[in-house]
């Protein structure tokens, strides 16, 4: 079991900086178009997606994780919403080109590739579509045991600054890259009531559940300082802008 599993067995919705809370305020600023075609990637238990689904928009989402995507399913059942959930693998989306006006992430592309991600993100998108991402970003002082060790416990697979971050984007063919949050800490969040969580309560018993647990707290305790958080904000090209630079 990894740190990935662990999440899903849990049921966890939003293991992200900021919680639930700070994705419902986000999605509240972005003054959407009712009807807009939304990609949520990483979508895990659903929670976000469904929330997405009721306030109008044609939600997609897809998650890599069989656990976690059935998990959103019964979700979106029992709260009666029409939600298009796939298994898939960011860096290979199935999807055309051009499909989604909204892709909207939280916490997944620093566990990718992020140069076939980002690409994958863009190549869905339509012409002027919005991409936001909300991810873990460096604040201080890297070190390779650092990096080794957060690599080696979560699966991450890029930590870099925000002004890293905002230069991939661009390096990615995304226009009017904007930062909409940023904090150098990673912050604290309450739990909040999640009346459709599943969780498998065995786990609290369970001795490698405790280990993970007892590593996460070290690695937070150690680092925690030295990683924040970032919202990004970007566009795609939209068509008359993409033939220029052609």
């Not at 067995?9 to 639930?20: D, I, K, Q, T």
């Not at 995507?69 to 029409?82: F, I, P, Q």
């Not at 957060?150 to 991939?168: D, H, N, P, S, V």
Request: proline fraction near 3%.
């Amino acid at each position: 079991m990894d740190y990935h599993d662990l999440l899903a067995r849990l049921g966890e919705g939003s293991a992200h900086p900021g919680g639930f809370t700070a994705t419902t305020q986000l999605l509240d600023t972005l003054s959407l178009p009712v009807h807009s075609k939304v990609l949520e990637v990483g979508c895990g238990t659903g929670r976000t997606a469904c929330y997405l689904a009721r306030n109008g928009y044609r939600v997609t989402a897809v998650d890599l994780n069989r656990q976690m995507l059935d998990k959103a399913v019964r979700r979106a059942r029992r709260e009666r919403l029409d939600v298009r959930f796939i298994q898939a693998d960011v860096k290979s989306l199935p999807f055309p080109d051009h499909h989604f006006d909204v892709i909207f992430v939280e916490s997944v592309t620093i566990f990718t590739h992020w140069r076939s991600a980002l690409a994958e993100y863009r190549r869905v998108l339509k012409p002027g579509g919005l991409f936001i991402d909300r991810e873990m970003i460096l604040s201080g002082r890297k070190t390779e045991v650092m990096s080794r060790r957060l690599k080696q416990f979560y699966g991450i697979k890029t930590l870099a600054t925000m002004t890293t971050w905002k230069r991939r984007l661009r390096q990615s063919g995304f226009t009017a890259v904007l930062i909409k949050e940023n904090s150098r800490s990673m912050g604290m969040w309450g739990t909040d009531h999640d009346p459709h969580r599943e969780m498998d309560v065995t786990l609290f018993e369970d001795e490698q559940v405790q280990r993970m647990s007892r590593t996460n707290d070290r690695l937070l305790l150690r680092y925690g300082k030295r990683l924040g958080y970032a919202v990004f904000e970007a566009r795609t090209p939209m068509d008359n802008d993409r033939k220029q630079n052609e």
